[in-house]
Structure formats: structure tokens, C-alpha cells
């Protein structure tokens, strides 16, 4: 006897089911059309990316979880490999940067300068599935490349910021910050340039383990008592601000490039001036962001709704440079798109006015005229942009028609020959 096939989905992967469907199609239309208005255009890349690039060491720990693809036909010589890379030459990317990066490189005499890029698409990463993480999830990233200057941080925190706010949440907040300070306040208090990685990798860890959990694990790993507590004394004193940055500029000297602190206080100034919704501005010098690529400024947006990040990004300067031989300027920022979606769920979030929607049941063995009859009404109902359902009357009809209603079908007519 044949071997039934499988029907759940793979491991780690999700069907998605209609009800969920409408509220993502809903948020995509939104997004395309709020990051449109802020001058973004849509671009895509591959769903499969070349091996090497995936490999670069750009991605950190998601490279250990790229799903690789076997060599093709000829290709695949599996009694001849020497290693896994004999074997595969493909891979599904992990995020939306390392294919944009490539892009960019590849196509930058036919695109404007500076580049506003919009990509929404899947992405894949072998992780341990768990609540609200999977396998296959769906990235929305905006990034300006070729603008070296704090325009480009200003414009993507009010156009992702603009989006949230279209939403309905409230009470988030945008944490921001530089990797110039992070190294800067590293560098004060007497640490190695070799061991700010691993530094910073602990001071990640200040809102769950606190400025006392992240004492002791830098002492455990062997850095000096008063370079510790020096560091640590730092982050008590700056508030969360621009007079933050005032009091880091005077305290870390020359330590601290004057450049990366102007930038900081322009950006916070003219976001808090520009901004189109309400929300607030934090500056936090314990924001890291895991990614190595990012070179300077970094943002993250956290809801105190709900524990943890919706949307966050940063300046990856260099990114291109591996591609093209030459640095461009680059800055992204990516919203958690399930995330959002899980949210919206969670909140019996309604997609606004949508179009209004008309069911006409058909009794059975509806004559052809009828038929004719009831197609027509239904092309007119669309012209008038109404969403039209035709299907047959089933014999609960009171029940066929709760399910009806609780689809949003607000009409529900019944055919019947001699009433049509």
C-alpha cells in the first residue's frame, strides 16, 4: 500500500490561513504605500543567494543557520566531496541586507543616487522553532544607500515610525544609538580594542541580567575590577537624551569622535521636531544590536505593550565595499513583520473599512437564465467596488449564512428563480 503523504507543513514552517491572510495583505498595501510617500521605490532580490556571500561573515550567528542547497545534475558529486562547500554552492538568504548589498553592487550605474529601496519578502534561517518563530518568515526592510550624512537616519525613523503610528500603537519607543559611542565609552574605561566584541556581546544583556548581573560576568571573564566599574559608573550618569550626549561628549574627550556626537543630537533633535506621530526618543548607550556589520548609528523600536523589539536597524558602511572594492554609505531599517502580524492578531485587530461585501446564495438547480441573471448583478456590484461572493445554498442556510455574516458579508441575498 502507497505511503499516505504528509500534510502538515514542514518543521518549523506555517500554513497561513485566510483570516491572517487579510490582515497581512492589509499591512503590506500600508507599508508599500507609507514608505512610497516618504520617496522609497520597491525593488527584489533572489530568493537564493550565492554560498560565498551567505558565508561572508556579515550575518554573524545566522550564518550557522543558512539552509543550503545542493549542487544541481552534473554538479553534484557526492562520492568526490571533501567537504560540505563541494557539496552546495546556493543558499536561502537569511535577512534582506547581504542580497541588497549584492544588488546594489551589481546594478549601481542604473540607480538613482542616493537609493531608497523597499524590499518585502521571505526569508529562511534553521533555528529552534518556538513560539512566534519559524523557519520561513517575512522581512520589510527600507535602506538609503549612497547618503553619508544623518539625513538618512532621519528619514527611515519617521517613515517606519509614520508606519507604526498608522497602526494605531501607541506608547513605543525608538532607542537609538552609535557604534562610535559603544566604542568610545569602551576604550575610556580601559578596555582593549581586541576585546570590545566581547564586551559589548555582555552589555547586551543590561535589561535582562542588570548593571550588576553584566559587573559580574565581565569580571568573571577576567577584565580588570576598576575598568569594569569605570564603565559601568558611565551608563549611570547619561541621561537618556541629547544632554546624554552633551555629557559623554565632555567626559570621553577625545575619545569620543566630535562628528559622531553631532550626528547623534542631529538626528534626535530633528526626529523629535518632524515626527508625525507620537512616540518617544531614547537615547540608549547600552543598545548593541548583534549584527557585526553595522558601523554607526543603530536603532531599535521596543513597545511596552509587549517585551521586546517590533523594528530595528542601523548604518552598515562597509557592506558594499566587499561586493564593489569601493565603501558606499548604507543605513537600514527593518520592521518585525510577524511580529506586528501576531500582534494585530492578538488584539482582534479588524482591517478598516474594507470593501463592502455581498453573498448571493443560488437554490439548487438554479435555471441557466437565473444564473445569467444573478452574474450580472454581481459584475455591476463590483463596478460599484464591492467584494462579490456567489455560491450555492447549502440546506442549513441559517447556519451557512452565520458563517456568511461572521465573514463580513454584510448583504446576504437569496436566489431563488421566481424571485430573480
Not at 49 to 57: A, D, G, Y
Not at 136 to 154: K, T, V
Not at 220 to 240: H, I, R
Not at 387 to 403: A, D, P, R, T
Request: glycine residues 8%; charged residues 30%; proline residues 3%.
Amino acid at each position: 500500500m502507497a505511503m499516505a503523504l504528509k500534510k502538515k507543513p514542514v518543521t518549523g514552517m506555517k500554513d497561513i490561513l485566510p483570516a491572517e491572510m487579510e490582515i497581512r495583505d492589509y499591512l503590506i498595501g500600508l507599508i508599500k504605500k507609507t514608505y512610497k510617500s516618504f520617496g522609497f521605490t520597491s525593488m527584489e532580490t533572489p530568493c537564493v543567494e550565492h554560498i560565498e556571500n551567505l558565508c561572508s561573515k556579515q550575518g554573524g550567528d545566522n550564518e550557522k543557520l543558512i539552509f543550503k542547497i545542493m549542487k544541481r545534475g552534473e554538479k553534484l558529486k557526492i562520492d568526490q566531496a571533501k567537504e560540505e562547500n563541494d557539496l552546495a554552492d546556493g543558499g536561502l538568504r537569511y535577512d534582506l541586507t547581504v542580497p541588497l548589498a549584492r544588488y546594489y553592487a551589481n546594478h549601481s550605474n542604473e540607480l538613482p543616487a542616493p537609493f531608497k529601496a523597499l524590499q518585502i519578502g521571505n526569508v529562511w534561517r534553521a533555528d529552534r522553532p518556538q513560539k512566534g518563530r519559524f523557519r520561513q518568515f517575512m522581512q520589510c526592510d527600507i535602506d538609503i544607500l549612497g547618503e553619508a550624512s544623518a539625513l538618512a537616519e532621519i528619514e527611515l525613523i519617521l517613515a517606519t515610525t509614520a508606519m507604526l503610528g498608522k497602526l494605531d500603537f501607541k506608547n513605543f519607543t525608538v532607542c537609538i544609538n552609535d557604534r562610535g559611542i559603544l566604542r568610545a565609552m569602551a576604550a575610556y574605561s580601559g578596555f582593549k580594542e581586541e576585546d570590545y566584541d566581547e564586551v559589548f556581546i555582555i552589555l547586551d544583556k543590561m535589561d535582562k541580567i542588570g548593571a550588576e548581573g553584566v559587573e559580574n560576568e565581565l569580571i568573571e571573564m577576567g577584565y580588570a575590577k576598576e575598568n569594569v566599574e569605570t564603565y559601568l559608573k558611565l551608563f549611570d550618569e547619561v541621561s537618556a537624551d541629547v544632554t546624554g550626549i552633551h555629557y559623554l561628549k565632555e567626559k570621553l574627550g577625545e575619545y569620543l569622535p566630535e562628528e559622531t556626537a553631532q550626528s547623534m543630537e542631529l538626528i534626535m533633535s530633528s526626529v523629535e521636531e518632524a515626527k508625525e506621530c507620537e512616540f518617544n526618543l531614547k537615547f540608549t548607550p547600552t543598545l548593541v544590536r548583534g549584527q557585526s556589520y553595522y558601523t554607526g548609528t543603530i536603532f531599535e523600536v521596543t513597545m511596552d505593550d509587549f517585551g521586546g523589539s517590533v523594528a530595528g536597524g542601523g548604518r552598515y558602511d562597509r557592506m558594499i565595499g566587499k561586493f564593489t572594492g569601493q565603501d558606499t554609505p548604507a543605513c537600514g531599517f527593518s520592521i518585525g513583520f510577524e511580529r506586528i502580524v501576531m500582534l494585530l492578531l492578538e488584539n482582534g485587530y479588524k482591517v478598516p473599512a474594507a470593501k463592502e461585501k455581498k453573498a448571493y446564495l443560488l437554490e439548487k438547480k438554479l435555471p441557466k437564465e437565473s444564473m445569467l441573471k444573478v452574474l450580472a448583478m454581481a459584475k455591476k456590484d463590483r463596478e460599484e467596488g464591492k467584494q462579490v461572493l456567489i455560491v450555492n445554498m447549502k440546506k442549513n442556510k441559517k447556519f451557512q449564512k452565520e458563517q456568511l455574516t461572521g465573514e463580513g458579508y454584510a448583504d446576504i441575498v437569496d436566489c431563488y428563480a421566481d424571485r430573480l
